[in-house]
């Protein structure tokens, strides 16, 4: 109560309890300058977070086994080996706590370039590469420094909902353009209607949070068609920023390429955070094409906006790290067995999905047009899935198999259970 008590007053309601949490007033009056928006993304609790704390309610209630918590994308397997070598190596040196330059270590940088060039044919230098905080930091970077207030950001959609605070807190208008709902490719004629002469940039990912989806190579052929004509009809650059945590996560069949290699006006926004699972050790980066308009200028707005957000050094312990890692492939077989087995589960139970090609998300089809309806259902089953809403689209929901292989195996009845409830044979 303390804390909050600077933002909140509790009032009794006429007539003794229940209370009322409601903003305080006195505060408006002191800080008149204070933003209902930043306010609002401060306080405001995701979708995501309010399932997962419900499950650890349900959890402490009725017990660990009882609940199927498919709500967090935290990668389950732990770091590869390779981490902890390079961790330890790098305390061998008593400089690794200083800082480094802005832009993260030349060295690092050289070999990012290195391989983003050696898979996507670009002729990257480190001059091209940013270090930052992982792609959160990136991906806020990239809007502030590539949009002007006014300006629209297109999301291609399903999509990761910070997107929509990155685009807004720079200014920008966030708008959502949805791909094919029966396989989340690229509908063109979506994308040519959400195109106008504000868009400055389209953000797209693959593999795909929340779905798993890989966009083909039609869909990035026609994507950088559709925008290169818009470059066109308006008479200037529309950036794609391309956010690519998951594009090591990639299952038999399915390629993950980058944009880069398709679009001259793409800039690549990278993490380890699944592909070594570091989520918490925050490094990633951004990378400018060599072919992309202004490519010098728009390097340094994005660098300028990283320093005006106070993102200065990546942690220095894993820039060295990253350094060692680079182009390290994951352990995929934990996700991979997980993935069949959740499948398996789907398909006895009779429910219709996305097969994922990528990641550790798999879009299951809601049984009733409501997704938040069949979410709330499903948890009295105790499976926790995440309504598709919140990604900005309808009738799915998202469930995160990057768990324990025992949560999968124990769900199979509960989704049986389910899908009895709505009459799925
Ligand atoms: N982009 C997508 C699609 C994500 O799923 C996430 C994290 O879950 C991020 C960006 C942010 O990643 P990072 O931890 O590197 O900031």
Redesign the pocket.
Known sequence: LAKSQFVYTLRAAEGGGPYIVSFSQSLREEKAMISDETLCWGTEKSCIREIFEYGLRRKAELGEDKVFDFSL?NPSVPAPPEVRAAILRALDDPTVHGYTVAPGRVSLREKIAGELNGRCGSRLGPEDIYVT???????ASAMKGLTRPGEEVVALAP??P??AVFARGAGARFLSCPLRSADLQLDPAALEGVLTEKTAVVLV?SP??PSGAVLNAESLGTLAEVMERAERRFGHPIYLVS?E??RELVYEGATAESPLRYYDDTIV??????SLSL?GE???YFAVSDRAAGRREIYASMAGAARAYGYVNPPSLMQRVAEDCVGLAPDLEAYRKNRAALCEALDAAGFSYIRPDG?FYLFIRSPEPDAKAFSLRAREHGLLLVPSDDFGVGGFVRAAYCVAPEVIERAGPAFAALAGEYGIT
């Open positions: 994308g905080c992982g792609a959160a930091a990136a991906l999509y990761f910070e997107y990912n795909n949070n956010d945590p998951y926004c990278y993490s380890w955070s699944k989520p925050r490094v990633g990641a």
